[in-house]
């Protein structure tokens, strides 16, 4: 009977440990797979133009000013909603810079409950 209890007592001390060393991993995986940070200064909704209104009223999409890798951007993506100013994880997307002079870019934006949401440069500002 000892036995069983000295085994469940030390099993309840490794299992905290073991998820911890999870949490600590996954967060590492984070910052792999999302090696920037965007810093979102600030946030707006836009109507789109021409665009047919549903339910919840019109079609918006989402504007953001942000600091990426020192650079200051406005991003849009379609939204419903707003977005607190912040800082999050974030990677290059796409980049398309094949005419001189030319390019087009988007950024994955990482949220704390693990979703994530992709966004089109449409504006760029000399640092």
């Known amino acids: 009977m ?3 209890i000295l ?6 001390m490794v299992l905290p440990l073991a998820a911890q060393k999870g949490r600590y991993s996954s967060s590492d995986q984070v910052e792999l ?7 979102v200064v600030h946030a707006w909704l836009v109507p789109v133009a021409g665009a047919a209104a549903t339910e ?12 990426i890798d020192g650079t200051k951007y ?12 912040g800082e999050y994880r ?8 094949s005419k001189a002079g030319w390019y087009s870019r988007s950024y994955e934006l990482l949220f704390t409950d693990g979703t994530h949401v992709v966004f089109k440069v449409v504006g760029e500002t000399a640092g």
């Open 56 to 67: 919840n009223g019109p079609q918006m999409e989402l504007h953001l000013d942000a600091i």
């Open 90 to 97: 974030a990677r290059e997307m796409r980049l398309n810079d």
């Open 7 to 12: 085994m469940a007592a030390m099993l309840g």
């Open 33 to 39: 797979e999302y090696p920037l940070t965007a810093n």
């Open 2 to 4: 000892r036995k069983w």
């Open 74 to 85: 406005e991003l849009r993506t379609s939204a419903s909603g707003m977005l607190h100013p």
